[in-house]
Nanobody, 123 residues
Framework: VQLQASGGGLVQAGGSLRLSCAASGRSFSYYAMGWFRQGPGKEREFVAT????????YYADSVKGRFTISRDNTKNMVYLQMNSLKPEDTAVYYC?????????????????WGQGTQVTVSS
């Protein structure tokens, strides 16, 4: 599976962005998907994950209620809708694929990673 993340940019605090992740391969619907991020000077951290069908999701406490992960298996796409953005959300955001059906918060379980897209939130 190859992943291509897009949709990042510069936005003011309180604004919104929608990240997209396009996946190649015919087995996309068998993968759980996740979004992770790495802020300046920080380690990469979990943001959100979704199971194979889209029926199960899980979020980091820091984004719960503001971010929504979704997927469209007919288009091999996964999305991260980010609302009420804060300066501390500034990071490179990565999508990742986990060849299990259920979602995971552990980045070690993810086999495939996209190249990342930069999100910058100004105060």
């Amino acid at each position: 599976v190859q992943l291509q993340a897009s949709g990042g940019g510069l936005v003011q605090a309180g604004g919104s962005l929608r990240l997209s992740c396009a996946a190649s391969g015919r087995s996309f619907s068998y993968y759980a998907m996740g979004w992770f991020r790495q802020g300046p000077g920080k380690e990469r951290e979990f943001v959100a994950t979704i199971n194979w069908s889209g029926g199960g999701t899980y979020y980091a406490d820091s984004v719960k209620g503001r971010f929504t992960i979704s997927r469209d298996n007919t288009k091999n796409m996964v999305y991260l809708q980010m609302n009420s953005l804060k300066p501390e959300d500034t990071a490179v955001y990565y999508c990742a694929a986990d060849r299990t059906l259920d979602y995971s918060v552990d980045e070690a379980t993810y086999e495939y990673w996209g190249q990342g897209t930069q999100v910058t939130v100004s105060s």
